[in-house]
């Protein structure tokens, strides 16, 4: 495994043509502007921060016939973040994106790696390490030897056959 920079992570991101991504937390405080946004009410500035997520998508994946799967890995009743992500990934969903929901309760006995991650083209597994807040990305890593990629690709196989497609998945809400 190797250091890399979110320079060359972001690169190698943009460049593949299969990306399978798992997220392991409940909540990510890199978007708190966003969250708060929504927490507040103001779902035009969400909607707009979305709308650059969409964007990017389509030009990057869905219009090069490129594949982005993810698996969200979430404690249920959902928390208000993963709430927010709920209302508003179905955009990106009806665009191409693979989103399934795998609830927390059913990963006990999952092999998983401790960080989210990324697969790549089946060549390159990308770890993002983040901050005790899931604020900041303290370090990237890049594994490609033979058993790190099986792992990670068999890691994301079986939390994809487990997780539920996002249009079908009903989970309990903290707000409702």
């Not at 909540?27 to 502007?33: G, I, L, P, T, V």
């Not at 303290?138 to 792992?151: C, G, I, K, N, S």
């Amino acid at each position: 495994m190797e250091l890399i920079s979110t320079d060359q992570w972001l690169q190698q991101l943009g460049a593949a043509q299969d990306v399978r991504k798992v997220e392991l937390r409940d909540h990510y405080s890199a978007d708190e502007k966003l969250f708060a946004d929504w927490q507040s009410g103001d779902l035009d500035a969400v909607d707009a921060s979305y709308q650059g997520w969409r964007e990017f998508f389509v030009t990057k994946y869905v219009e090069a016939g490129r594949t982005f799967r993810r698996v969200r890995v979430v404690s249920e009743p959902l928390s208000a973040y993963q709430e927010m992500a709920l209302t508003y990934s179905g955009a990106t969903v009806d665009l191409g994106e693979g989103l399934r929901w795998l609830p927390r309760r059913l990963v006990s006995t999952l092999a998983l790696p401790g960080n989210d991650f990324f697969v790549l083209d089946e060549q390159t597994a990308i770890f993002t390490v983040l901050d005790a807040m899931a604020k900041e990305v303290v370090q990237v890593q890049r594994a490609t030897e033979p058993a790190e990629l099986r792992f990670c690709r068999e890691a994301f196989d079986a939390a994809w056959d487990l997780a539920v497609p996002h249009h079908d998945y009903r989970a309990r809400m903290i707000h409702a």
